[in-house]
Every structure is written in C-alpha cells, then in structure tokens.
C-alpha cells in the first residue's frame, strides 16, 4: 500500500493505494496520521479510492485514526470510497461515525466549513 500526501491550506490529504489487509503498510497510515497531529494539523481527509480492498485490520486502522483525530479536536473525512469498501462500512455500521464524500475536493470543502 503507498500513502501519498498533500495539503490544502491547512487539511491534510492523505491519498491511499492498494490494499489494506493488515501489517506494517496498513499501520503506517495511523503513523502518518498521528505524525501530522504532532506537527498540528488537525484536519486530515482520507482519499480511498485507490483502495482495492479493506479487510478487519483495515478498518481498525481507520477507527485508530478516528480516535486520533477526535481526541485532538480535529475532522476526519473519508473520501472516494468505493462500492466495495462503502458496503463493508455499511455492514459493519461503521457508516455512521465517519464522514465520507464522493471525492477528496468535497471532503476539503466540507472540512472548511
């Protein structure tokens, strides 16, 4: 999995790729995330839709980077979400405590509001 990132004035845009099944790249994104809330960036959007596929490790990842972003008073968006991933959300109703949009420019303009 490769994690690429950018930023929009003051949100993080991490862009993801690959698979996240668990091990070291998979835990790497909560390190990332956790770094740039070291750095004081509180705003991350998380861009999915080079994600082929997440199973349970990968979704524990991204509640770890949703726990991490709450307890630092900051936003975390969910964009480019797949079918397959939104279904896994939606089954696991792990739907209702991230914020998703159709894209990453959506999830930053939501993020600026």
Known sequence: MKIKEKFD???????LSGKMMGGPDTMAVHQHVKGLLADGTRNVVIDMKDIKWLNSSGLGVLIACKTSV??????????GVTEKVQSLLMISHLITIFDTAENADRAVAALRQ
């Open 9 to 15: 004035k003051n949100i993080a845009v991490l862009s």
């Open 70 to 79: 709450d307890q630092a008073e900051g936003q975390l968006c969910l964009a």
